[in-house]
């Protein structure tokens, strides 16, 4: 499946590398945003692998949450065979 990224999940993906090249380094932001472009990739392969997040559920448009990375989940939607990527979050907060 093709994927996609919401302007709102890039700039997300941007403030985690920024704060963690900030309190991590670069060799560790570098190997973190590695592995969760691998789990994005996986992810275009196993789309159905998340369930519905029944909070973002609107008429339209059924959300799904994996967990790409200890600690970081994403939220993307299916629609016409293209995954998008809605939201990418770091989910302890640190």
């Known amino acids: 499946m093709e994927l996609k990224w919401e302007p709102k999940a890039l700039e997300q993906l941007k403030n985690l590398t920024d704060h963690n090249l900030r309190t991590q380094g670069k ?4 190997q973190i945003i590695d592995d969760i472009q691998q789990a994005i990739i996986i992810l275009s392969n196993y789309p ?5 997040v029944p909070a973002f559920k609107n008429g339209e448009y059924s959300y799904r949450s994996t967990v790409i990375y200890p600690g970081y989940k994403v939220i993307y939607r299916i629609e016409d065979h293209i995954i998008y990527i809605y939201s990418i979050w770091n989910y302890k907060g640190d």
């Open 27 to 30: 060799r560790a932001t570098t």
């Open 48 to 52: 159905n692998m998340g369930p519905v």
